[in-house]
């Protein structure tokens, strides 16, 4: 009698739980904090033409939204980076096959305070300073001052992006790493705030949070390129060295309500909220 | 039947008398288990002494000595802040203040113990973190000091009410005994109050410090997070609590990093578990 009735019950869970997946009208997307306001408005424009559709948009980092794609608590996970190859291998083995986007792009701005008089580095000068090695303003032509280094947690892909492009300057060998004197702060509010009250610090973040409270260094790839300011056009035409693609990811090619999204978000209208959210579109 | 009803409630609030010791050993099990795989890698030695902290890397070092000795020194400075002015402002409550303000202050007081870690926190970086870097002229003012000072705000709520309690309770006749054999009041209290309730104080300490040493959220944004060693407390330090909320949502699941946290969990287990049960230790010699 008892066990009649536990099967009835798991029966009938099995069935609403079956249910509800084949109603379901809802996206989750989560991961890079770069690109949670622009997730949040392509979220806001689409579910104004769909009304019945509900997305989410949850930050916390690229990582963090690689893990819920690979525990399947997310539809789409955003990244401001690649997936790594220990990712790979461990969604396959939970039967997930990440299947990657490229949605827009973003121009990582390297910031001082606007009272500090260093206008423009080169990317050697920026490793050797996020490394440790250079760490007094005078010895990249500014005041006698010491370095204060602000970079972002490591869950943030904007860390993992800045320590491969700029530290290692894309040399997969390298084995530089941000010195450990850096203060790690949790958001690029964070950064931005410290940076706007401290002439000595130096941090970086993607162009979008760049306000009239920062100044944002001009870049040059090496010392005998020309030094570039980070905007929109120069990242387009790949002139500032600093920029990388953002991505979506999902679980195998979309399908259904997701392919639907990511296809809102590549449309002219979509990328038409990547500039207005100041990234870059791909089209 | 009135038998078996007062049977049935016996049972029922054992076993709810039980479910918190089951909840603590169910939490300890999975921290032990979960963080214990880390050292089928890493030799537990390089991770307790190893002073360099890159857990994503390729591959990752887990040196967590900057971790402890960051997490060891902004609690050692809030507590030097904390306690005197804890028992002091206890001291003040049991024995000096009338009534009236009496109650004001404990009403404050409990008022303090409510406020989020994260609003004090954000007051932190707002007020203090300016005024450390001014004050001592610093580079940044994101430094254990400033952690200490806000910390020591959110230790003493526990420290003035339990101390204040251990007072409350010293019999009234040791009082009256100071006051007949010609002691002025500062007398009573420092040569008969304050000993007599020494070993309540010294709980009142140690679960200040256990309040301290796990406080996450407000540490995390106001001490720099850079995993250092520590030279002085105008530096910036990283705990042990802020690199486990910092780095948990990035560590994919089963990979050493996410192992590595879990152990630094269990390290911080390990102390706040000592200090529990010394402050037990001595709430219990009192008795």
Known sequence: ?283 | MHKLKEFIIEKLILICGLTSIIFVLLIFFFLLKSGLALFKTINIGAFLAGKNWYPISEPGEFGILPLILGSLLVTLGATTISVPVGVACAVFISEIAPVKLKEILKAGIELLAAIPSVVLGFIGIVTLVPWVKTIFKLPTGLTALSGSIMLAFMAMPTIVSIAEDALYSVPKSYKEGAFALGATRWQMIYRVMLPAASSGILAAVMLGIGRVIGETMAVMMITGNSAVIPKSILEPVRTLTATIAAEMGEAVVGSEHYFALFAVGIVLFIISFTINVTADLFLHKKR
């Open chain 1, 1 to 283: 009698m008892f066990k009649k009735l536990l099967s009835n019950l798991i029966v009938s869970m099995f069935a609403i739980s079956v249910f509800a997946a084949s109603g379901k009208n809802s996206i989750q997307i989560k991961g890079s904090d770069t690109m949670v306001n622009l997730g949040q408005a392509w979220a806001e424009k689409y579910m104004e033409k769909n009304p019945i559709e509900f997305i989410a948009v949850t930050g916390g980092g690229s990582g963090t939204g690689f893990s819920s794609l690979i525990s399947a608590t997310c539809d789409i996970a955003m990244s401001s980076r690649n997936i790594k190859d220990k990712e790979i291998a461990l969604a396959k083995q939970k039967g997930v096959n990440p299947y990657e986007i490229k949605v827009a792009l973003d121009g990582l701005a390297v910031v001082v305070s606007p009272k500090n008089p260093v206008n423009k580095l080169t990317i050697g000068e920026l490793a050797q300073i996020f490394s440790g090695k250079i760490t007094n303003w005078k010895e990249v032509g500014g005041e006698d001052r010491k370095i204060v280094i602000l970079s972002r947690e490591v869950n943030s892909g904007t860390h993992v992006y800045f320590k491969e492009h700029v530290l290692r300057n894309n040399d997969p060998s390298s084995k530089a790493e941000f010195t450990s004197g850096a203060l790690m702060l949790s958001s690029s509010q964070a950064i931005a705030d410290e940076v706007a009250n401290n002439p000595a610090a130096i941090g970086y973040y993607g162009m979008g949070y760049v306000s009239n409270k920062q100044k944002a260094i001009m870049v040059a790839k090496d010392v005998n390129s020309e030094f570039v300011v980070p905007n929109i056009g120069n990242v387009v035409s790949g002139k500032y060295p600093i920029s990388r693609p953002l991505f979506l990811y999902t679980n195998g090619q979309p399908q259904g309500l997701v392919k639907k999204f990511v296809d809102f978000t590549l449309s002219k209208e979509g990328q038409e909220i990547v500039v207005k959210t100041d990234f870059v579109p791909i089209k």
